[in-house]
Nanobody, 120 residues
Framework: EVQLVESGGGLVQAGGSLRLSCAAS????????IGWFRQAAGKEREGVSC????????YYADSVKGRFTISSDNAKDTVYLQMNSLKPEDTAVYYC?????????????WGQGTQVTVSS
């Protein structure tokens, strides 16, 4: 059974940083892509970032480029999202999803989400 468990959310002031973690199990981690998504209150879910563990390729939404960094530790089956220079508009529930055949594929399983709140 595929399981994805997010952690690391919290309350931070604008300009601050947080690192989210997504611990994966139930599949061969280094053969798949894992993505981070977010959903703010009253808004649709949007893709934030994705990493393909097989070749290390990464993707970012324009709104987070230069501020967020995605990485993976294949030994720990964990994907991280380092979020710097946070803005109030980054406030949302963040979800990791996977495994996908690529960052453009379908994400079959989702974690429970972790709340990120950025105060102004």
């Amino acid at each position: 059974e595929v399981q994805l468990v997010e952690s690391g959310g919290g309350l931070v002031q604008a300009g601050g940083s947080l690192r989210l973690s997504c611990a994966a199990s139930g599949f061969t981690f280094d053969d798949w892509a894992i993505g981070w998504f977010r959903q703010a209150a009253g808004k649709e879910r949007e893709g934030v970032s994705c990493i393909s563990s097989s070749d290390g390729s990464t993707y970012y939404a324009d709104s987070v480029k230069g501020r967020f960094t995605i990485s993976s530790d294949n030994a720990k089956d964990t994907v991280y999202l380092q979020m710097n220079s946070l803005k109030p508009e980054d406030t949302a529930v963040y979800y990791c999803a996977g495994p996908a055949s690529s960052c453009h594929g379908n994400f079959g399983s989702w974690g429970q989400g972790t709340q990120v709140t950025v105060s102004s």
